[in-house]
């Protein structure tokens, strides 16, 4: 069955770089979309960015100058590096499968990412 | 982007009632409006889309309804496992913006 799940350290000191790993079954990278989203503590969520299934990327235009997505479809993994991490920062974040269109059918658990020194 | 506006932020009902969830988009999104159920402790689900479809295996007394920039969500028929925050989505253009979400209490 399809599953995603998140995987990376849960404390990260600020001015450091986040690296996160979605890995994904039951389906291809290479036919779905794989997204992240993130959920500040007590806050709704917010779109991060996408890894296209043609290898190409899209980023929400609030972090593009920090944030990164790549992927290495031999092991079905979609990575996630932001840097220059702020307290803001802090928050769980979700990786999940487009099924169509920016609609989201299958979410990760999610990883918990604190900030702090 | 798209703003998503979501009311009430919190609501407590009685099981056996109905209650319903109000999203206003900044802009038409001609019905490409999800919505999300997340459980305590859980990561969101689909549960509606296109305004109102329902997912698989979401029951029947979720409901989905509006056009333009209003949108609800429904719920009939209250039961104890629908405690969550609900989330509104709208997909029709990127990037993909969500509601501020809505916790849903039993009294």
């Known amino acids: 069955q399809v599953q995603l799940k998140e995987s990376g350290p849960g404390l990260v000191q600020p001015s450091q770089t986040l690296s996160l790993t979605c890995t994904v079954s039951?389906?291809?990278?290479?036919?779905?979309?794989v997204h992240w989203v993130r959920q500040p503590p007590g806050k709704g969520l917010e779109w991060m960015g996408v890894?296209?299934?043609?290898?190409?990327?899209s980023y929400n235009s609030a972090l593009k100058s920090r944030l990164s997505i790549s992927r290495d479809t031999s092991k079905s993994q979609v990575f996630l590096t932001m840097n220059s991490l702020q307290t803001e920062d802090t928050g769980i974040y979700y990786c999940?499968?487009?099924?169509?269109?920016?609609?989201?059918?299958?979410w990760g658990q999610g990883v918990m990412v604190t900030v702090s020194s | 982007d798209i703003q998503m506006t979501q009311s009430p932020a919190s609501l407590s009902a009685s099981l056996g009632e109905t209650v319903t969830i109000e999203c206003l988009a900044s802009?038409?999104?001609?019905?490409?409006l999800a919505w999300y159920q997340q459980k305590p402790g859980k990561s969101p689900q689909l549960l509606i889309y296109y305004a109102n479809s329902l997912n698989d295996g979401v029951p029947s007394r979720f409901s989905g309804s509006g056009s333009g920039t209003q949108y609800s969500l429904k719920i009939n028929s209250l039961q104890s496992e629908d405690v969550s925050i609900y989330f509104c989505q709208q997909n029709y253009d990127s990037p993909p913006t969500f509601g501020s979400g809505t916790k849903l209490e039993i009294k």
């Open positions: 999940n499968r487009e099924r169509e269109y920016n609609l989201f059918d299958y």
């Open positions: 890894m296209w299934s043609d290898g190409d990327t």
């Open positions: 802009e038409d999104i001609y019905s490409n």
């Open positions: 039951g389906f291809s990278l290479t036919s779905y979309h």
